[in-house]
């Protein structure tokens, strides 16, 4: 049975997504493909991933520019349908509706605070709440725009909940296996378990599934179905 993850393809090699996804696509429902993958293959590696798995696709290139820009490059992967495309919530509210206007059949995915971003990183860039309030405040914007998804850390799923109501798809990174808790640059983070209890409907997770493609696919496959079962008990 598929768990409620998406996985981060954050790789340039396509070849190696596609045997990624070979090896998790019994675990994994929605396959993440980032900056690094859209500026090595565009279009056409995107279309390479879709032919291989009927799984959703999250579209992640947190569009960030006047309203007139974002709705064109939101255009320009129109042909592709992606199931998720991230925006950044900060550009504001003309800037998400004119996302959602541009592909009306994607579920416009706002991300309001990075998890690699701590307390003090959001004070020194100008930010005049905590993580928390800013996180909310930027949800509760974005859906009120037409945004459908919202990325959030795990530590405000609960708050940003409350805020948005049932029908909005909360999708949070920064969760880790409590074995891998606080090994890498997450600062805000859960267990994967933990984040769905909160009232997530999505979990992001990466290395702590492809970083067991160094001891080959089935190693890959064992920890996807670790994870999914953890989340699924």
Known sequence: MKA?????????NLQTA????ESTEDSVSVYKLGLEFFLT?????????????DAD????LKLHDIPHTVSGAA???GELAPNFLTVHASGGRAMVSAAVAALPNTEV??????????????FEIGFANRALESAVALATMSVSAGAKAIVCSPLEIKAV???????TTIITPGVRPLSEMGTDDQKRTMTPRDAIDAGASLVV??????????DGSDAMREKARRIADEILK
Not at 4 to 12: E, G, R
Not at 57 to 60: K, N, S, T, V
Not at 161 to 167: H, L, P, T
Not at 205 to 212: F, H, Q
């Open 4 to 12: 409620p993850i998406v996985l981060a393809i954050d790789t340039n």
């Open 18 to 21: 596609q045997k990624w996804i």
């Open 41 to 53: 293959f565009g279009n056409e590696g995107v279309r390479a991933i879709q032919s291989v798995t």
């Open 57 to 60: 696709i999250f579209l992640d």
């Open 75 to 77: 255009q320009a992967v």
């Open 109 to 122: 995915t706002a991300v309001t605070i990075l998890t690699s971003l701590s307390e003090e990183d959001l």
């Open 161 to 167: 909940r409350s805020a948005v109501g049932i029908s």
């Open 205 to 214: 997770i990466g290395r702590p599934i492809t970083g067991a493609w160094k």
